[in-house]
């Protein structure tokens, strides 16, 4: 159990196009997901808190208007880098905030990571 | 300030040899803490998870501890494997739903 997916694994665009990165819990219900971004060789930098039919919470010095995010289910949340230049190339990250109840196994602070897209632009 | 700190920041080290892993952390009000490894290119994926009255814990040749005293946690690995290369990552809550991350010690096991 506790499967998230993210489509795609890997994308390659043009400079200036927008990208749509989905991120999806299989086998339950996620009201909150998380987006990271990871440069090689770095941890995991947290860049929003999605929440379910509200709008994401961005940390600090990550433009909202260039990483659109919309949670618009329990299970789906996307990830939109729009205008997208060289410097956006990273590894993005998502992940879902386990089901509240059932103990530690799933408890509301337990986050499950989907397996990362690989964004180049060139 | 809430922190997580990790070290080494890598290590290399030959197969077959065990290894710790060292995490501490400033975290307050503590909720639990968890290790991850991360394969390049892939996602974090869980390895334990640990409450303030859990000291030990293993998953198989992964052996985790916890000492809510000093604020400290090792992963211990033992008979490391090549598949054992990867980040680990420390990642600690907080009771108020806060979470942070460890910056990860990267592994590499030589043949």
């Known amino acids: 159990g506790a499967v998230v997916s993210q489509h795609p694994s890997w994308v390659i665009c043009k400079s200036g196009t927008s990208v749509k990165i989905e991120c999806r819990s299989l086998?339950?219900?996620?009201?909150?997901m998380f987006w990271y971004r990871q440069f090689p060789k770095q941890s995991l930098m947290l860049m929003a808190t999605s929440n379910e039919g509200s709008k994401a919470t961005y940390e600090q010095g990550v433009e909202k208007d260039k990483f659109l995010i919309n949670h618009a289910s329990l299970t789906l949340s996307t990830l939109t880098v729009t205008s997208a230049h060289p410097e956006d190339s990273s590894f993005y990250i998502c992940?879902?905030?386990?089901?509240?109840?059932?103990?530690?196994?799933?408890?509301?602070?337990?986050?499950?990571f989907g397996p990362g897209t690989r964004l180049t632009v060139l | 300030k809430n922190q997580v700190e990790q070290s080494p920041q890598s290590l290399i080290i030959l197969e077959g040899k065990n290894c710790t892993l060292q995490c501490n952390y400033t975290v307050s009000p503590f909720s639990n803490l968890r290790w991850y490894k991360q394969d390049t290119g892939r996602g974090p994926v869980s390895l334990t998870i640990m409450t303030f009255s859990e000291n030990t814990k293993s998953n198989g040749r992964y052996t985790a501890t916890l000492d809510a005293d000093t604020k400290q946690s090792s992963l211990h690995i033992t008979a490391s494997q090549l598949s054992d290369s990867a980040s680990y990552i420390c990642?600690?809550?907080?009771?108020?739903?806060?979470?942070?991350f460890g910056s990860g010690t990267r592994l590499s096991i030589r043949p």
């Open positions: 086998d339950f219900q996620a009201t909150t």
């Open positions: 992940s879902a905030r386990g089901p509240a109840g059932g103990g530690l196994k799933w408890g509301t602070d337990t986050q499950y």
């Open positions: 990642v600690v809550s907080s009771s108020a739903s806060k979470i942070i």
